[in-house]
């Protein structure tokens, strides 16, 4: 787990921190040269008005950060650690980045909830929560922009699966989130990569000689972490990773591209055989500014015939094979859209903003929108910008 800090946390920290739970804030962000910020609901929002020099930045990080980090930080320009602050009822927890910026620390803390999210709260079908967590095998992919849910989805099946029973999980995560509750007739093992293990691979490798039904990798990031995945996926575990990719079929052709050329066709083969779902993820602007954000979902299952489009090397074929396949369980993005937007969750012009077809929003029951409407004001009413 994470370790402790040598020093007591800052009292500007702890008031910032606190404030953003207050206001149900997802990251706090801390940058020399402005003032620390929050994100509420998608929005930045200044949370001081003083700007922060790097001396501040770095007093902050300083006061939180383990000590095995904090010793040796000028080596490692980019670092991620978790950190719990105790609150009335328990601990809050946080997901830390700590970057370089011209020189000076800078970091972004990631709010996470006290207790796992029901699927309801996030957004994700229970019924396509309860298949995957049913799979015996294979390999499940989140897939999204940063910041868009994947780690809380991941934990969510997790935490379904451990609930089941008689499953042993082994989790390598960097840093540790979410932590899970022991439950009877199953058994997790937590490893946070830099404390516990070396790297997503190498806890990977190792989680093969340790009896798992099921192993979360929490990134594949490298070609030797994405052979170990589809390696143990083939071998009889269930494996569930994220990837950073806008869609299914962007995680496919980035999972294949980790590869050498050479390698291409025997990897695409050995995918077709183990992944079982994709699903992409991506968080949009509430209707209500003022309310969280919303989930839209693609949902891809390796059925007969997506496995033969990846092993013949068609993946164009992808966005159409999730059309045809909804009787499958897929779901295509746009569809998710139309959903959210017919049922008032977000506003047309928001739709068709993130839609991969637009034109085909409106046969879906979208109505149609200007082509500036819902636009953020990003000049001045009179501001000359240079288009005719």
Known sequence: MNQPS??????????????????????????AGYPAVLRIHGRLTPAGDAPLDGNMTAALIDAVCPAHLRKDRESRKDFDFAYALPVADGAARFRVNVFHNQGALGACFRFIPAAIPSFDWMGVPAQLARRIAALPSGLVLITGVTGS?????????????NRAGH?????????????FEPCS????????????????????????????????????????????????????????????????KGAITRLIDVFPVDQH?????QLSLSLRYVISQRLLPNIN????????????????AV???????????????????????????????????CSRKITPATAYRYAKNPAGLRALGVPPVGLDDDLPELLPADSESGWT
Do not use: W
Request: hydrophobic share 40%; glycine share 6%; with cysteine.
């Open 307 to 341: 496995r033969a489009a990846i092993r013949l090397n068609k993946i164009e074929t992808i966005d159409s094979l999730i059309q045809t396949g909804k009787s499958a369980g897929m779901r295509p993005f746009d569809e998710s859209l139309a959903h959210l937007a």
């Open 265 to 269: 066709q025997d990897v695409r083969g």
């Open 185 to 248: 007739h199953s058994m997790i093992t937590q490893r946070e990569v830099g404390l516990d293990v070396d790297s997503f691979a190498e806890g990977l490798k190792y989680a093969l000689r340790q009896d798992p039904d099921v192993i979360l990798c929490g990134e594949i990031r490298d070609r030797e972490t994405a052979q170990m995945a589809i390696s143990a996926a083939e071998t009889g575990h269930l494996v569930m990773s994220t990837l950073h990719t806008q869609d299914a």
């Open 167 to 179: 499953r042993r999980i082994i989790t390598i995560e960097e840093p540790i989130e979410y932590i």
């Open 149 to 161: 849910g994947k780690t809380t989805t991941l934990a969510g099946l997790v935490q379904l699966i």
């Open 289 to 304: 500014p003022e309310e969280r954000r919303v989930l839209a979902l693609e949902v891809l299952f390796a059925n007969d």
């Open 6 to 31: 040598a020093t007591s946390p800052d009292n500007t920290l702890l008031a910032l921190l606190r404030r953003g739970i207050e206001l149900g804030a997802s990251d706090l962000h801390l940058v």
